[in-house]
């Protein structure tokens, strides 16, 4: 299993940036992949951004605004978020994908609240 503790939403004028953090717990060594989602009411939930083995992707609406990143050292997840946008205001979960006995799985953060408004 792997846990999550998040942080770093919050309000923020439109034009503004913000780092989310994502800090994981558990069976560190077995997650191969970790991203950034978020979902807008009564939207899917939407990958922002992923990284796996260095390489990163990132959805079209945020490609050189976000930029995610891992610090292996601190076992924590980040996005930092430049030119923020009222559309972007959303809750932000993060995500990792592990190996459990054999098999995928993956967990989720409980998601934090990000609000773009002046």
């Known amino acids: 299993q792997v846990q999550f503790v998040e942080s770093g939403g919050g309000l923020v004028q439109p034009g503004g940036s913000l780092r989310l953090s994502c800090a994981a717990s558990g069976s560190i060594a077995s997650i191969y992949a970790m991203g950034w989602y978020r979902q807008a009411p009564g939207k899917q939930r939407e990958l922002v951004a992923g990284i796996s083995s260095g390489h990163t992707n990132y959805a079209d609406s945020v490609k050189g605004l976000f930029t995610i990143s891992r610090d292996n050292a601190k076992n924590t997840l980040y996005l930092q978020m430049h030119s923020l946008k009222p559309e972007d205001t959303t809750v932000y979960y993060c995500?990792?994908?592990?190996?459990?006995?054999?098999?995928?799985?993956?967990?989720w953060g409980r998601g934090n609240q990000v609000a773009v408004s002046s």
């Open positions: 995500n990792a994908l592990y190996f459990s006995d054999g098999d995928e799985d993956d967990s």
